[in-house]
């Protein structure tokens, strides 16, 4: 059986100031299999939002292909996107901006339903408010009458009115209380159940994204430095980014604390990027090679096991 | 314990009629760190402002209570002395270290000019003194830096500087208001890790507001934890983690992904906090709580003195 979505070398590259080139995206693959929920976690600028938008066209890709049920989508005229995109839908951070203040919530979760020619709008509209947990009055109400994690409720409505096969959550949780996140992370749980969903799930908070996630990718400066299942990531951690980006959780309770490594400095200069590997000014077991070739994703022997990473450390198997 | 640098007496802060925050009090011994916890709209944010006398009056006032800074109510002190003491003795970090500092002078300048101010030092000695504070916060080749702009500066660089502000007099007290919220997870532990020194070092007492828990528990030694305006439990750190006995406190901490078993049903607390104005005379939390008992919706339950005290009627086992 085919992945459901199939993504090879995707980059976007923006023009930054006097000539220079910001590589927002750096040349990312990866597949997602059906009812897959795969996680993308980084610090700020590190591109999972732009792989975000950039796997739903929303931003045009600078190189490389996303293949949708074995359809490469980045060729498609506008028209056959706009048909493809009822398979593939989002939901973003600020549950604030991205409804339209000046339209009812049963506009706004139906709107996707009329723009793609469906019947029944109203009813499927109360349908889905219902599976969201809102009250039926609320298609009459405007956003403003609706707190932070009702208004992410009415945002995951809309995007799963057309019933996608694909969900992209970009930071479906970072704007909520802790007692609300966990409100929306069950009803995505049991969402995924109910409907097969595959989803991308894009988060900076690596607990979020541990709880959520079958498999996980790390990004760092536009690239994943290590992709693998929750359990490897989390448990046996190999790439050294992965592995100061875990220590430096801040972790509530009293259980062992993990020795944390405090990394020196901060992210390189996007416009002008290091040679070799981006992590290299900020590890501690940067070697020669580090500073000259960039390393690959590819799987390499890691402790003991065959893993997925992008380090030198570690010899390709 | 020695006389508290800090000590916050019956302190309720209104808007008009409407009270934000209500009979709040705790103390702070020098060296300690303490943590004010708890979701939007609790009131951590306003008690902290009102500790700095930094309330937006009109129309928000403090209604009732003392605030005694090393035995002087600063809640009782007019403008040219409350000048006096604040950036001098009362050091203060905010979340926002983007607009916390003023774009249109060097970083330089704005350390020395708290010096100048409080410490009538010339320009030459402000300026090296605020090299000297560059460095004890990390920023490195601090006399070239001395003429940056804030845009020049990263996130995280710029935490440093409002810190070094903060820390240019000595103070006695620092209140840090998230000051890492805005911050990457690697970067946020560079900062803790650089405030925790500090105070260790020059024997501060700290203040930290926060939302979140793991911090709380990495570096705080008491924490109070705040819900709809009250304080609702006080322990020092390893107690409350150990042992919550709020239901409210209990429950936030049964909640976060990582107290849970990857991909396990979350136990949401249901509900969303009552808004100032809409709370009742019993306790806050009740309408949310797992455990009422009859006199949780007519009677307030009190905090009382003890090491570990929690404001319920019913708590936690």
Redesign the interface.
């Known amino acids: 059986m085919t992945a459901l979505l199939e993504v090879r070398d995707l980059a976007k590259h923006y023009a930054g100031k006097s000539g220079t080139t910001i590589r927002a995206l750096d040349g990312v693959g990866f597949t997602l299999g059906r009812d897959e929920v795969l996680g993308v976690v980084g ?2 600028g590190c591109g999972k939002s732009t792989l975000g938008r950039t796997l739903l066209r929303l931003v045009e890709p600078t190189q490389g292909s996303v293949l949708f049920e074995g359809e490469d989508i980045t060729n498609l005229s506008r028209r056959d996107m706009n048909r493809r995109r009822r398979d593939m839908q989002i939901v973003f951070q600020d549950p604030f901006g991205s409804l339209n203040p000046r339209h009812k919530i049963g506009t706004i979760v139906g709107e996707p339903l009329v723009i793609h020619g469906e019947a029944d709008v109203a009813a499927r509209v109360a349908e889905m408010l219902d599976i969201v947990g809102l009250p039926p009055d609320a298609a009459g109400r405007f956003p403003h009458e609706f ?1 932070g ?1 009702q208004r992410q409720r009415i945002a995951i409505a809309r995007a799963l009115a057309l019933r996608p096969k694909l969900l992209v959550a970009d930071e479906p949780v970072s704007a909520l ?7 929306i ?2 009803l995505i ?1 049991d969402l995924r159940r109910r409907f097969g969903l595959s989803m991308i799930f894009i988060s ?1 908070d ?3 994204i ?3 996630s079958d498999r996980i990718a790390v990004m760092y400066f536009g690239r994943i430095v290590e992709i693998g299942s ?2 490897d990531i989390f448990d046996r951690p190999v790439h050294p980014y992965t592995r ?2 875990l ?8 259980g062992p ?1 993990p020795q ?1 490594i ?2 020196e400095g ?2 390189p200069d996007p416009a002008h990027p290091p040679p070799g590997c981006a992590f290299q000014g900020r590890c501690r077991q940067a070697m020669a090679r580090c500073a000259t070739e960039a390393p690959g994703l590819q799987i390499r022997r890691a402790e003991g096991d065959l893993r997925d990473t992008a380090c030198h450390l570690f010899e390709a198997a | 314990m020695s006389a508290p640098v800090l000590a916050v007496e019956g302190l309720s802060i209104a808007a008009g009629d409407t009270l934000l925050a209500e009979d709040v009090s705790f103390a702070i011994a020098p060296g300690e760190m303490m943590g004010l916890v708890g ?2 709209g609790c009131g951590k944010t306003i008690t902290a402002l009102a500790v700095m006398r930094l309330l937006p009056t009109p129309p928000v006032r403090i209604a009732a209570g003392r605030i005694l800074f090393d035995g002087t109510d600063l809640a009782a002190l007019d403008g040219e002395a409350l000048r006096r003491v604040r950036g001098d003795r009362i050091g203060m970090i905010f979340q926002e270290p983007m607009t916390s500092l003023n774009p249109v002078f060097t970083i330089g300048d704005q350390i020395a000019e708290v010096l100048t101010i409080h410490r009538a030092l010339g320009r030459a000695a402000a300026r090296g003194r605020a090299a000297e504070l560059l460095d004890l916060v990390g920023i490195p080749a601090a006399i070239r830096q001395l003429d940056r702009y804030p845009h020049q500066l ?4 710029r935490q440093r500087v409002m810190i070094a502000i903060a820390l240019a007099c000595e103070p006695r007290l620092l209140v840090a208001d998230e000051p890492t919220t805005a911050l ?7 900062i ?2 650089l405030i925790d020194r500090l105070r260790r070092d020059l024997g501060m007492a700290c203040l930290l507001i926060t ?8 570096v705080c030694d008491r924490v109070a934890v705040m819900y709809a305006g009250r304080i609702v439990e006080q322990a020092v750190v ?1 107690d409350l ?2 042992h919550p006995r709020h239901r409210y406190t209990r ?3 049964d ?6 078993p ?2 396990a ?6 509900g ?2 009552p808004p100032p104005g809409q709370r009742g005379v019993g306790c806050n939390f009740v309408a ?1 709580c797992a455990a009422p008992v009859g006199r949780c919706r007519s009677d307030r339950p009190l905090l009382g003195a003890s090491d570990h005290r929690a404001a319920c009627w019913n708590p936690a086992p």
């Open positions: 610090e700020s707190s994690g209380d802790v007692s609300i996140q966990s409100q992370i069950n749980a900076h690596l607990s979020v541990r709880h959520v929750a359990a100061a980006l220590s430096a959780i801040p972790r509530p309770g009293l604390k944390r405090l990394l901060e992210l | 979701e939007s990263s996130g995280g660089q990457d997870v690697t970067v946020q532990a560079q803790l890790a939302h979140d828990l793991g911090v709380v528990s990495e390893a983690f150990r429950a936030l901490l909640t976060i992904p990582a107290s849970n990857p991909g049903r979350l136990p949401a607390i249901a969303t906090v949310r």
